[in-house]
């Protein structure tokens, strides 16, 4: 586990004690930093020269036990705030039952998710993914679709179980993949899937390059919920584009940094979204996008 | 040297002035006076213009064998350009849809002839406005701070319906009440950008939102329709006034009569109608009536 203190340091000279502000992000996932990223941005800008705050950030591997050390370590650093981006890493947060303060940002519909406490807020996202389904099947046939999701991940089990419903009212059979360590990455050998959808699952995008090789292998095209940012060849992506979620967690930090209750803050779930083409990868699979399918893109990686 | 002539000749002088002075003073319409042999006409791009292009060669094929006139056929880079492209092209008439058919008849002049009926036994059109049902926008207070996707500014469904909504709810600056606005250039993207959250209210042409919910149940059961406009003619064959009377009623009458004989049922088929109708400028005035009230008070562009 990697523990890093970082500092934003106020202007002002006699600046009060600083405040400890706890993050928890989940591995080393491209989605993640950019929210964290862009959080940091929006607290810099907002306590601009008037606090002194101190960031200690927790980047467990995903599995339980490395979330749940995560937040029992902040919890010691007697944090002023705990900030957690992902489903696990929240809930993690959350079953320590501490006193401190949680935002959180990046859950998929946080509404539904077991995140609901007196003591946390924070932001999520939804993606339509019945548009994925539409997508791919302007694309080629789909008879059957592999769903990519983490059984220890539960925002992506209600991903997987909305997809299974939107696909089987189409009468698309469906191939359950779970994702719960790297030996799971070996069951995409011999998928048999004419397409693939990976839910937002941290630890399926931590071995993002891997499962795009093999499905490669397999003439497989994937779809998305999170950017493909590093451009590992996942054919399109619908996600919601994270810096807004870095920015509201931000704010809703400053709030309760300056005294108001998480209680007394409104969760809130972005919907806004791009859809990005790749295709580069499309050639790779013998996939030609439509020209009615390309003007839909909000960007086409060539 | 002194100029004598014959009776004779001076007949034949007398004569070609005589011609000369009765043509100078009365000049008759060029299209009147010459036999027309071809007629070019436009057609507005719709979402797959291939497909569309297709159904309108058939129909250009059996006017052209009616008439005796050669039917030509050009599309328009985009919607909008009817007046332009009239002048440019010099085109004889254009299938247009009722925003454009609306500029046209007012500043053109041009003569609204007839209007396909569809599949689903309409020649009208409507705008919808809608958005995701989960989006928890129910009417126009919820839309402010959202992002709206129109189609094109020169539709009545994808544009100028919307606006004309919200000024009647008192929204007068688009700019001012929505976080973005953009043109998605089609009603099929308009609607498929609403279905992915791409943008959170759309606005976009009944018949293609219908045809597209027939095809996929799925979006008639994520997108819910907020409002809709008055229906107006979808599409109208309108022909420059320049093109002899005669023509244009025969061109009209083949139109109307396509559905009472064999070949011209079979070329409907294929074009996707059901028959002709006839059509009337008085259809039109809503429109103009719309686009006097909206585009006189509402700030547009500059976003």
Request: charged residues 20%.
């Amino acid at each position: 586990m990697l523990l890093c203190t970082l500092f934003i340091l106020g202007a002002a000279p006699d600046s009060h004690a600083a405040k400890k502000i706890g993050v928890i992000m989940t591995g080393d996932i491209p989605y993640y930093n950019a929210i964290h990223n862009s959080f940091i941005a929006e607290l810099n800008r907002k306590f601009a020269g008037t606090e002194k705050i101190e960031i200690i950030l927790q980047r467990p591997f995903p599995n339980p036990i490395s979330w749940s050390n995560a937040a029992r370590k902040l919890i010691a650093f007697e944090v002023d705030l705990i900030v957690t981006y992902g489903s696990p890493a929240t809930e993690a947060a959350i079953f320590e039952k501490s006193r401190i303060p949680i935002v959180y940002a990046g859950i998929y519909e946080p509404e539904q998710a077991p995140v609901k406490s007196r003591n946390a807020t924070g932001c999520g996202f939804k993606v339509p993914l019945s548009s994925i389904l539409r997508y791919f099947k302007r694309l080629k046939t789909i008879d059957t679709m592999g769903i990519i999701f983490s059984s220890i991940e539960e925002d992506t089990v209600r991903q997987y179980e909305t997809m299974q419903n939107l696909a089987a009212q189409q009468n698309i059979k469906i191939k359950k993949i779970d994702i719960r360590s790297p030996n799971d990455i070996e069951k995409l050998k011999t998928v048999n899937s004419d397409a693939v959808f990976l839910t937002g699952s941290s630890l399926a995008h931590l071995w993002l390059e891997d499962i795009i090789r093999l499905l490669d292998n397999q003439s497989i095209p994937v779809a998305d919920i999170l950017p493909d940012i590093s451009e590992a060849g996942v054919l399109m992506t619908l996600y919601q584009p994270s810096a807004s979620q870095g920015v509201m967690a931000a704010e809703m930090a400053w709030q309760i940094l300056l005294g108001t209750k998480p209680s007394g803050i409104a969760v809130y779930t972005f919907r806004d979204t791009e859809l990005v083409f790749n295709k580069a990868e499309a050639k790779n699979l013998g996939i030609n996008f439509p020209i009615q399918l390309l003007i839909e893109a909000t960007r086409i990686i060539e | 040297m002194k100029f004598s002539s014959r009776p004779e000749s001076r007949f034949l002088r007398y004569l070609i002035i005589f011609l000369l002075i009765c043509f100078s003073a009365a000049p008759i319409p060029v299209s009147a006076f010459q036999q027309q042999k071809e007629i070019l006409l436009g057609v507005e791009p719709e979402h797959n213009i291939f497909d569309q292009m297709e159904r309108y060669r058939f129909l250009a094929s059996y006017l052209s064998d009616q008439l005796g006139v050669k039917i030509k056929l050009t599309i328009m880079s985009r919607y909008g350009e009817v007046i332009k492209r009239f002048k440019t092209l010099r085109l004889d008439g254009a299938f247009l849809t009722s925003y454009t058919a609306t500029m046209a008849i007012k500043q053109l002049h041009l003569e609204p002839i007839a209007n396909p009926v569809n599949l689903a036994g309409e020649s009208t059109s409507q705008g919808y406005i809608f958005v995701r049902k989960d989006s928890g926008i129910r009417g126009m207070i919820d839309m402010k701070g959202g992002n709206i996707v129109f189609v094109d500014p020169a539709t009545m469904e994808g544009y100028l319906f919307p606006l004309a909504y919200l000024l009647q709810y008192g929204v007068n600056d688009i700019n001012v009440f929505f976080n973005q606005y953009y043109f998605s250039g089609s009603h099929a993207s308009a609607i498929y950008s609403v279905l992915d959250g791409r943008a959170d209210i759309g606005s976009a042409k009944n018949t293609v939102f219908d045809q597209m919910v027939k095809n996929d149940p799925s979006i008639g059961n994520e997108l819910e329709i907020i409002a809709k406009s008055p229906k107006v003619p979808e599409v109208t064959l309108c022909i420059s006034t320049a093109i002899a009377p005669d023509l244009r009623k025969r061109l009209s009458d083949t139109l109307l009569n396509m559905d009472k004989n064999e070949a011209g049922k079979k070329v409907l088929q294929q074009f996707k109608a059901l028959r002709f109708t006839k059509a009337n400028k008085e259809s039109f005035a809503v429109i103009e009536r719309m686009a006097q009230d909206v585009l006189g008070s509402l700030t547009v562009h500059g976003k």
